[in-house]
């Protein structure tokens, strides 16, 4: 590990030279809000934007993405053989991504990357991808990340993380990718360790002040998944819910995902898209029967994988990394911190 100095008036000309070697995403924002996107050579990332609407999931699993394609000419000695897609993995450095999003990153990868399965398109991604991250100087209100294992300075899942030092970034270089990305930037400036660590601390125990949610989900692994699954509390946290799916397409930890096939003149592919446990088609079954067929059941199972199933399988905490999103974007206030309160403090009668 060790620290570099990067004067903000080099930054443009570091990034650019970087795109000899990576394909670059970074916050971009228009009037929809503040979102991670490929940048087109010449688009600088908006390091100062704040949480953006959609988190940077999609860099590895895009939301819709073909996994599969097959030729039906029937002349073709391979015809109707599905063939996993050609992508291209070639290396790609996200700039400006937020300490949650990076631990998020890592909290979903149990799923795609475990020794039971290895998902191909989403572990091809994360080996292509180097995650350069910039740390959170001033959390906004819905932000409750110490709370969830890492909080604004976090450097979990990064391969560098930047301060903002106003005229300059101090870089702290976590990983090889990190020193790979910043030589391709001729970022090579460094900086002592000693007074540089210190800078940080300083910096994240300022940026910690500014949050003041302290979440406690200490006793939920203790629970029994039968008494919170039948609690009576279900019914109130459901009662306002309208079924958007916003809060699970804007976290970056839901990873829920339909597969569709199409066809097309002879040509067809299978295509995974996102899909959300807060749509009733979700669990629709083809015989017309749905396990989950109430708005309370989507919503219960939505708070139960977050904050029992997983933790009960994974042992890794809640599944969620306090960015805030779905708090802020909910149209109908349904506020997971609250829910994790009641679920945390539920005593079966
Ligand atoms: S964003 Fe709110 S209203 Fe929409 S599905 Fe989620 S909890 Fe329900
Ligand atoms: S559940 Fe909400 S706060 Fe937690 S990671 Fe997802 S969007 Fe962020």
């Known amino acids: 590990m060790n620290f570099i100095t990067i004067d903000k008036s080099n930054w443009t000309k570091g990034i650019e030279k970087s795109r000899e070697t990576y394909q670059i995403f970074g916050p ?14 010449g688009v600088q990332p908006i390091m100062d934007a704040d949480v953006t609407v959609m988190s940077p999931k999609s ?11 097959a030729d039906l000419d029937e002349s073709k000695d391979d015809h109707h053989i599905m063939k996993r897609a050609k992508q291209q993995y070639t290396p790609r ?13 890592q909290l979903v990868k149990l799923n795609f990357d475990n020794p039971d399965y290895q998902d191909p398109y989403w572990c091809d991604a994360y080996e292509a991808t180097t995650f350069v991250g910039l740390g ?36 702290k270089v976590l990983t090889p990718k990190g020193e ?8 090579d400036a460094g900086a ?22 302290d979440l406690a989900f200490d006793k939920l692994a203790q629970k029994s998944i039968l008494d919170l699954y039948e609690a009576p509390f279900w019914d109130d946290v459901a009662f306002s819910c309208i079924n958007c799916g916003t809060c699970t397409y804007v976290c970056p930890t839901c990873w829920c995902f339909d597969i569709q096939d199409e066809t097309k003149h002879k040509k067809a592919a299978r295509f995974r898209i996102w899909d959300t446990c807060m749509s009733p088609l979700f669990t629709s079954h083809a015989s017309g029967h749905n396990p989950r067929e109430s708005k309370v059941h989507r919503v219960r199972q939505r708070f139960m994988h977050k904050l029992k199933y997983f933790v009960d399988k994974y042992d890794q905490g809640i ?18 911190r609250e829910v994790c309160k009641t679920m945390n403090n539920y005593e079966k009668k």
Do not use: H
């Open 319 to 336: 599944m969620c990394v306090g960015c805030g999103r779905c708090v802020a974007s909910c149209p109908v206030n349904i506020d997971i």
């Open 180 to 187: 790979a990305w910043a030589a391709a930037c001729g970022f």
């Open 59 to 69: 860099v590895l699993f895009p939301q819709t993405e073909t996994i599969l394609t």
């Open 28 to 41: 971009v924002e228009d009037k929809n809000g503040c979102r991670i996107e490929p940048l087109e050579a």
């Open 136 to 171: 959170v100087n001033r959390p906004g209100p819905c932000d409750f990340s110490t709370s969830t294992g890492c909080g604004p300075f976090s450097e979990e899942g990064l391969d560098v993380l930047l301060a903002d030092l106003d005229d300059r970034y101090l870089a």
């Open 192 to 213: 002592d360790a000693k007074e540089s660590q210190a800078l940080f601390d300083i910096l994240r125990k300022e940026a910690e002040k500014n949050i003041s949610t």
């Open 93 to 105: 450095a996200v700039l400006g991504i937020r300490p949650y999003d990076a631990r998020a990153i």
